[in-house]
């Protein structure tokens, strides 16, 4: 037998196996992990899958909140333009961008569109409240626009060649208007609108099918709630189609049926319209306080007559913050820098509220506050949280964007209308004060009162209105209160009106007017006001005989009747309180419309200045096309350089140079002047468009004039005051070279009329006519003044010229209306705007002595355009039935252009 021994391994090679059967074991729970991680990310990856797969489906359902996000903080930083003030970063925008999130609470499919609604109304009504109300309605518009644009309002069709007819309405002035009753402009922007597809046959039905049915519609005074006239009751239920009609017939309804329109277009547009009108100011302000923050301060753009400290102060009390303890005030000028960052610091550091007054009367100042403001919001989690920071400023240039796109801005303009300022300013008196006073004073205050509202109210109506703008102010009306107080303090007998009329309208208000014409005008009021008469229930509203509308002062009684008296008889707003014409009211309300839709246009971004986006903008000219057929019509068609005058020709010819060949000489060089630069410019520019020039920053500024159908800046350095668009300014233009041109032909012979309106310096042809009379007669050049004397004859009709003076024509009447058979002044016709005077015998005569003027005249001053202002040329005489005053307080004036009126007249040899 054999037998095997085996033998026991060495340790060492026990340990080795060991070794490799722990190392074994390792290898298989590492696989088995691998596996099982394996399992794990294959399942987590089919999980991050299906994630992803839901996030870019939330993504797209969020994306257009995203878009309205973004397209309303593009909106909101444009609003510079505007003004200055009107300055949004985008970390202020994304704090009130997460507001409006965290305050949606909804969490079924409603969730996307309450977003975009809740997003939506939080920016507008933290940017609206800081907005002037005359740009409220502006930021509005543009978000209903875009809206449109993005078709997030179905329920109207967006159509970008309306839209750009909307904002440009460039008249179409090849066809004389036929219809008497119809102003001209109206006509012209017809002829426009019925060049669209959907408008071809309106200019027809207008004019043949339904003119007087169309009438009573215009005559309507809310023709935007009247259905038209025909087929086109069918706007009815396409409202913004709707809107270019109104546009063209009735601009001055036009504010109000755009609002009306977005109130009933934008989702919720009631909120947006209405916004804050049932809040006071305490109540939004107290919700902007809530709204701040430590680095956020609160921002008040002051209007005249507002004053926000009493308001913080009051709010303030009720949360325990009291002045001088833990409220710090600084009005800033001139010393105050030093203390307000001394409270600053301290206020930051102890959580106190500090307000610092009028800081755009320290603009360099403003840097250093800038600075430190950016110091406080780099120490983060350091500020208390109870610190807050209000800034007042008139707007100002001066003031740093940097405060400005920080804060939180709030307005607060007075209130509008004549009662509200009644209101406001007969209990800015206490009644502890008035209630025991002579009832005499009762009554002249009120009438102080009345005076103080109308001299504000009459702002609104611009150089109809005041030919300046004045900050007339709440301090005027108790300044007065105060000279008149001390008067009956001195136990006065008859009262010293002329004294009250001259302490209240050269000192007291007229401190504030630097025009002749105004000052004019302040007089006639107090003389209209303070005399007996007023004591014993006086017609406080002017010359309103035969009328309705009236407001008399109430017997003298307490101080709450008279607020009772205010609340029950001043029933409509009206011009006629002022002295003015109704007709007033629509001239206010279409300079609003201009001014709403070039305002528009200047806001558009310029992808889009000349109409849409995409495949529709197919059916509108491109900017450049715009560019080119402008440059042709002027260049080409008009030919307008043949139009320049060969000056030394003309003087050759001129056998006896005298006043008014030196004249209409002076008016051939301008006009040179004028033509070769219009020529240069577009010449430049067309070399340009065509890529032989560098498009230069004059080139662009000069393209986007011919494109929104304005007079480009360096043609308007060169010529003559107009309001008119470019358009009508180069149509306004030939007619002046015709005129030029036909005295040119024939420079020996003065025309039997002159058309004074189409001269660049009307005032040297007038000056001309005392020199010849000065000449003639041996007179003294300064002691002549020129007479007019206005004739039943129109232009055609004038055989020869006038044997004294001159006869001229181009006189428009604003503010009333010339009867020629009567030959007076009487008032204008309801929605006549303008009268156009006959021909004007314009002679010379001795000035007559100061104050000794013929009350059968009204003296009144004639302007080159509705601007007035500093556009004055000359006084002319009118004969009147009614007193001066009357016309003085209608605001009536000439005016020399004004579009589409009294244009259709021919020069004549």
Known sequence: FFFLMIRRPPRSTQSRSSAASDVYKRQISNLENTKKTAIEITIQSKIAKETEIEINKQREIYRSVASEGSMLYFLTITLYVMNHMYQYSLEAFQTFFFKAIDRTTTKDDRRVDDLRKNIRHTIYSWVARGLFERHKLIFLTMITFRLMQKKVIENVHYDPLHMYFLLNCIPKTDKENPLDWLPNQAWFAVQRLSEMEDFRTFSNNLEKDAPLRFKDWYNEFAPEDQK??????????????????????????????????????????????????????????????????????????????????????????????????????????????????????????????????????????????????????????????????????????????????????????????????????????????????????KSILFALCFFHSTVLERKKFGPK????????????????????????????????????????????????????????????????LMHDQLLDEFELYPYVEGKTTTFKTPPATT?????????????????????????????????????????????????????????????????????????????????????????????????TKGPFENVFLQECEYMNYLVVEIARSLEELQQGLNGQLTISEKMEILQESLIFDRVPVPWVNLAYPSKRGLASWLKNLLLRIEQLN????????????????????????????????????????????????????????????????????????????WDVQAGFLEESKPKEMFSVLPVVNCRAASLPPEGKEDQRYYQCPAYKTEDRGNTYVFTAQLKTKAPPRKWILAGVAILMDVEGVGEDVKTVK
């Open 228 to 441: 038209l006239p025909l087929e086109w009751k069918k706007l009815e239920s396409m409202p913004f189609q709707k809107l270019l009609v109104i546009r063209c017939l009735r601009p001055d309804r036009m504010t109000i049926a755009l609002t009306n329109f977005i109130r009933n277009t934008l989702p919720d547009g009631e909120a947006f319209v209405d916004l804050d009108q049932k809040s006071s100011f305490i109540e939004i302000l107290s919700n902007v306080i809530s709204d701040s923050t430590p680095n956020t301060p609160i921002f008040f753009i002051l209007s005249p007559g507002a004053d926000p400290v009493k308001d913080v102060e009051k709010i303030g009390k009720a949360r325990g913050i009291e002045a001088n303890k833990n409220f710090w005030n600084v009005a800033l000028g001139q010393g105050q820098d030093v203390i307000a960052m001394q409270k600053l610091e301290l206020g930051h550091k102890e959580g106190h509220w500090v307000m610092l007054q009028n800081i755009h009367l320290m603009p360099r100042w403003l840097i250093e506050l800038e600075k430190t403001l950016d110091a406080f919001a780099l120490e983060g989690g350091g500020n208390n949280p109870d610190f807050r920071l209000f800034l007042s400023a008139e707007p100002s240039d001066g003031i740093p964007i940097g405060i400005l796109d920080r804060s939180i801005k709030l307005t607060n303009e007075p209130p509008a209308g004549l009662k509200a300022n009644m209101k406001r300013a007969w209990t800015y008196f206490p009644k502890e004060d008035i209630e025991d006073k002579d009832n005499r004073l």
């Open 465 to 528: 209105g005041w030919n300046m703008s004045y900050p007339f102010n709440i301090g005027d009306l108790r300044d007065s209160y105060l000279v008149l107080n001390k008067y009956f303090e001195a136990a006065i007998g008859k009262i010293p009106w002329d004294d009250l009329q001259y302490i209240f309208g050269e000192i007291m208000y007229g401190g504030h007017i630097v025009d002749d014409w105004d000052r004019r005008l302040c007089k006639a009021y107090l003389e209209h």
């Open 742 to 817: 036909i005295w040119k032909d024939e420079p020996n012979s003065i025309p039997r009329v002159t058309l004074v309106s189409r001269l660049f310096n009307p005032q040297s042809f007038l000056t001309a006519i005392k020199q010849v009379k000065a000449r003639k007669d041996q007179l003294e050049l300064n002691k002549l003044m020129i007479f007019t004397d206005v004739q039943k004859k129109n232009v055609e009709e004038i055989d020869a010229p006038s044997r004294d003076g001159a006869y001229v024509y181009g006189f428009v009447l604003e503010g009333a209306r």
């Open 559 to 655: 101080h709450d009747k008279y607020i009772e008296h205010i609340e029950t008889c001043i029933l409509q707003e009206t011009p006629i309180a002022y002295g003015l014409h109704p007709n007033a009211e629509i001239g206010f309300r279409t300079t609003q419309c201009n001014y709403l839709f070039s305002t528009l246009l200047e806001l558009q971004p310029p992808d889009t200045s000349s109409g849409g986006e995409g495949e529709a903008s197919s059916s509108l000219r491109s900017a450049n096309e715009i560019c080119r057929e402008t440059i042709k019509y002027i260049l080409e068609d008009i030919n307008l350089k043949q139009f320049i005058f060969q000056l030394d020709d003309i003087k050759t010819r001129i056998e």
